[in-house]
């Protein structure tokens, strides 16, 4: 009898108000990208016991256990969330990935030309938001950060190290992905 290998799903999951269109349009792209079928799950709230009153942000650790409590069959997820996130030995982060259970955190608070008091622009927002969210499932497969600037999976210091990265993984990443 043939096997058959099943697809794995990765499910976005937005904590936050979001466009479905822009969703959506991030779905087809992951898709693109990674070997796997996505599908959008149930907004969920952002946990209020991981806000620190000190440092006026949202623990990207906290959150992702607290996702961990309410997504049980999953293959690996995405959370997209709208506050600014923060991770311990860091004044902010972009994202956070826990390789073990396969799950990451995006935040688009600093993707956002707003929090720079820019003008709006739509695709580059766009861009980075997809640029971070490969980075941080590249994660869960369990690529670790590359040397390669043009690559996704170089680590983003600032926004500018985010623009100045592509979209896609070096041929070195991409041989490790699949
Ligand atoms: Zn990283
Ligand atoms: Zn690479």
């Known amino acids: 009898m043939e096997t058959k290998n099943r697809i794995e799903t990765i499910f976005l999951v937005h904590l936050c108000q979001i466009e479905q269109q822009l969703l959506e349009k991030l779905g087809l792209y992951l898709e693109e990208i990674f070997p796997g079928n996505v599908q959008i799950s149930?907004?969920?709230p952002v946990p209020k016991g991981a806000y620190n009153s000190h440092r006026k942000q949202f623990n990207?650790?906290?959150?992702?256990?607290?996702l961990l409590t309410q997504l049980t069959d999953y293959d690996r997820f995405l959370g997209i969330a709208d506050?600014?996130?923060f991770?311990?030995?860091?004044?902010?982060?972009?994202?956070?990935a826990d390789v073990l259970h396969r799950i990451s955190i995006i935040s688009l608070t600093r993707l956002n030309q707003d929090f720079y008091d820019l003008p709006e622009d739509q695709n580059m927002f766009f861009l980075r938001?997809?640029?971070e969210a490969v980075h941080e499932l590249g994660?869960?497969?369990?690529?670790?950060?590359?040397?390669?600037?043009?690559?996704?999976?170089?680590?983003?210091?600032?926004?500018?190290?985010?623009?100045?990265?592509?979209?896609?993984?070096?041929?070195m990443c991409k041989s490790k992905l699949t």
């Open 129 to 131: 938001i997809l640029k």
């Open 87 to 96: 991770s311990y030995g860091f004044n902010f982060v972009f994202g956070e």
């Open 42 to 44: 149930n907004p969920l």
């Open 139 to 171: 994660h869960t497969y369990g690529l670790v950060h590359c040397p390669n600037s043009q690559c996704v999976m170089h680590f983003s210091n600032s926004l500018l190290d985010t623009d100045r990265k592509s979209c896609k993984f070096c041929e």
């Open 83 to 85: 506050v600014d996130l």
């Open 60 to 66: 990207s650790t906290e959150i992702l256990s607290y």
